[in-house]
């Protein structure tokens, strides 16, 4: 019998599995927390040029608007920069909006990484 041989063995084990369940778990929540950041950025992105694209408002407009939304939805110091571009698209003059934003690898505190994202809207004619 090999009982005696394995007397207190479940204990290292649970201590094991146990850290590299903890592991796979903050791995999740950490692509959790990366995805809604991108997603608040282009989210705000998009929203700040469908204002820019409005007849009656400035280019400066969409990026204040583009600004205070990514900054309610992410940590302000995370925004890099914010900028509006005019454009055309098939004829069509369009607004584009980008964000630049660093992306946190470890936790919310190290960044790793930088981001951008662009939202583009057509512009209302006059």
């Known amino acids: 019998m090999t009982r005696g041989l394995e007397r207190g063995s479940a204990p290292v084990e649970f201590v094991m599995v146990g850290v590299l369940l903890v592991v796979v778990a903050l791995t999740v929540v950490q692509i959790a ?11 705000s992105a998009i929203a700040g ?7 009656d408002t400035a280019d400066s407009e969409g990026v204040v608007r583009a600004t205070e939304l990514v900054t309610s939805g ?3 110091s995370l925004v890099q920069s914010v900028t ?9 003059p369009i607004v584009s909006i980008t964000i630049e934003l660093g992306v946190p ?10 981001t951008d994202v662009t939202g583009r809207a057509f512009r209302e004619a006059l």
């Open 74 to 76: 992410v940590a302000a």
């Open 84 to 92: 509006v571009a005019p454009g055309e698209l098939n004829g069509m």
């Open 105 to 114: 690898m470890i936790g919310p505190w190290l960044i790793l990484a930088e």
């Open 33 to 43: 927390f990366v995805a809604h950041i991108r997603a608040v950025a282009i989210d």
């Open 49 to 55: 040029a469908a204002h820019a694209a409005l007849a």
